[in-house]
């Protein structure tokens, strides 16, 4: 006679992990408590390996990173959370967390603790930025090497919309409308397509998803509050450069060149002060993976190669 469907659940259940381990590159989804917040985070490879931290840009999540998890996970242990406030992390409201880089930063810094990772290859792209320069400063020591997808650190880098972003800065009640353009279905595709003349590359699924997020209760708050507080990250430029010039971490920068947001200087102002990184400019916009995966994992994957690691 058949189990049952509840039988057939237990029986799995108690079969375990360990009775059917999963391929290394295949990518396993967890979901911790760091500091009264559920933190959501996708991992794949050996955990005894190198690890990369993989940091996703707005209005995204680690969803960004899928394309390249199982490749990087034949080599390494791979990271890649959900901030509070994004994918499927929780997002509690603007009172009970502090919606700021620095809080964002404190948050992934536990949870990296919690993993026992000390020490890591940082990746960020746009939001990443900011939240993975912040763990740099202040664990130094820890970060091996950094990889940069338009996740900007100049402000030769800042597109013109940020004129208007800064006007939001200065006077919020008057410039609601950035963030009515800043949660809009509209801004969550233009950050995708951007200038791209190749817009048939782009699944619209992509805006279509992150907008379902951008839509749930409270999450406009959340979300003002961040792009509040990124003038911090623009006045803390000096301090990342500073960082970079002071500890000279190997460094790949790949740059899409169709992004309005942060635009292709930002890219080579990363020069000045680590010259001795391997820059790529690629025919990409913001989130270059929509575009370009596979160039960009043949390319993330020669630099890791060529890092001492071991």
Do not use: C
């Amino acid at each position: 006679m058949p189990l049952s469907a509840l039988a057939l659940a237990a029986a799995l259940a108690a079969a375990g992990p360990s009775d059917h381990p999963a391929p290394v590159t295949a990518v396993r989804y967890h979901r911790v408590d760091v500091d009264g917040v559920g933190v959501f985070y996708r991992e794949a490879g050996n955990p005894a390996a190198p690890a990369v931290v993989l940091l996703h840009g707005y209005p995204s999540s680690s969803r960004m990173w899928g394309p390249l998890l199982p490749l990087l996970a034949r080599k390494y242990h791979v990271i890649a959370p959900d901030y509070p406030g994004f994918g499927h992390s929780d997002a509690p409201p603007p009172g009970a967390y502090i919606y700021t880089f620095d809080r964002l930063a404190e948050t992934i810094n536990r949870l990296l603790a919690r993993l026992a990772i000390s020490r890591y290859v940082l990746v960020m792209q746009d939001y990443g930025g900011p939240v993975g320069f912040r763990l740099a400063i202040a664990h130094p020591s820890a970060v091996r090497a950094i990889i940069v997808q338009n996740a900007n650190a100049y402000r030769e880098g800042l597109g013109p919309k940020w004129a208007g972003i800064a006007g939001y800065w200065s006077d919020p009640t008057k410039h609601q409308d950035q963030v009515d353009a800043f949660v809009s279905l509209a801004g969550a595709k233009q950050r995708h397509l951007g200038l791209s003349p190749h817009i048939d590359r782009y699944d619209p699924d992509s805006w279509t998803d992150e907008f379902a997020f951008l839509s749930r209760p409270g999450e406009r708050a959340i979300q003002a509050a961040l792009l509040r507080d990124y003038r911090h990250n623009v006045a803390s430029y000096p301090k990342w450069q500073d960082w970079m010039r002071r500890y000279r971490p190997p460094a790949l920068i790949l740059w899409g060149k169709y992004d309005p947001s942060f635009i292709v200087p930002g890219a080579h102002a990363y020069l000045r002060d680590l010259p001795e990184a391997e820059l790529h400019i690629l025919d990409a916009g913001h989130f270059a993976l929509d575009e370009q995966k596979d160039e960009v994992a043949r390319l993330m994957l020669d630099f890791l190669g060529r890092l001492p690691l071991d």
